[in-house]
């Protein structure tokens, strides 16, 4: 297993501020999801004409990797307009993965909308993702489905992915997301998914209890490694049981609760934690 983080945790915070917490902390790579608060990676001057060679070599001189590029890409709109829009957003971020020699982009499912039923969403999914997987195969990466939301259980992603069929897909297992939305055991999402995992999500959860007005109660939020009930242990054990070689990926989710720790703190927490975890340093 390698080690990275997802921007997520760090969204305002430029390149090379990523590039330099990365190095210092002993990561093997980075997600990319923000950066300085712009999810339209494709666009940023770090990632385009002599930005992006630059950034390139101030990763290689890191010993970094890229993970994985992020997109904020779902296919559950009723609306084929809003989702060719969508695919627009994928296949350049494809291009930015493939020049950034990413192994993938992950894309999401997401919610059944009002309206619509369940198969019709799984087919609006599994559409985009044959189609993206095969633009991504054609440019030497993939396109993975995480696991979230309506389709966060196990069963649910491998079902779409299998209805993509195809080649250019895989999975992000995000098993915390599976363990708040159905309470699916790590272990049974792993047996489920089995091969198609291709990058991992990890973060720590807690939840709400009525002694605890900072969660409301029967609400999940992530905490530091370790503070939450979450069995991320359990996770490190399956995937070395399985010969995983993929990234796991630290997933803090500042962006969307600016009230966590600063990266500052959780992303070097997190890698002791794992380094403790996997080699008892």
Request: include cysteine; hydrophobic fraction near 40%; charged fraction near 25%.
């Amino acid at each position: 297993m390698k080690l990275s983080f997802s921007t997520l945790g760090c969204p305002a915070w430029t390149l090379r501020q990523v590039i330099d917490l990365a190095r210092r902390e002993r990561y093997d790579g980075v997600e990319l999801r923000f950066i300085e608060g712009d999810a339209a990676l494709w666009k940023r001057p770090e990632f385009t004409g002599a930005g992006l060679a630059d950034s390139r070599s101030a990763l290689r001189d890191a010993g970094l990797a890229v993970s994985c590029v992020d997109t904020s890409c779902f296919f559950h709109s009723p609306d084929a307009a809003e989702r060719g829009r969508t695919l627009e957003e994928g296949r350049r971020m494809i291009a930015l993965a493939a020049s950034l020699g990413a192994p993938g982009i992950r894309i999401f499912g997401d919610r059944v909308q009002p309206g619509a039923t369940r198969d019709d969403t799984e087919g609006w999914i599994a559409d985009a993702l044959s189609g993206l997987g095969a633009e991504a195969a054609s440019a030497g990466l993939e396109t993975w489905l995480e696991t979230h939301g309506d389709f966060a259980p196990a069963g649910a992603t491998a079902a779409i992915v299998r209805r993509a069929g195809g080649r250019g897909t895989g999975v992000v297992w995000d098993p915390a997301n599976a363990y708040a939305e159905s309470g699916e055991p790590p272990a049974d999402g792993l047996a489920i998914l089995g091969g198609l995992v291709r990058h991992v999500h990890l973060k720590d959860i807690r939840q709400g209890k009525a002694s605890d007005p900072a969660i409301p109660a029967s609400a999940w939020k992530p905490v530091l490694t370790g503070a939450g009930t979450f069995p991320l242990g359990q996770v490190l054990d399956l995937l070395d049981a399985a010969g995983f070689a993929g990234h796991v990926s630290f997933e803090w989710e500042k962006r969307w609760h600016p009230q966590l720790e600063e990266p500052e703190i959780a992303l070097p927490h997190f890698a002791r934690w794992f380094r403790l975890s996997t080699s008892g340093e």
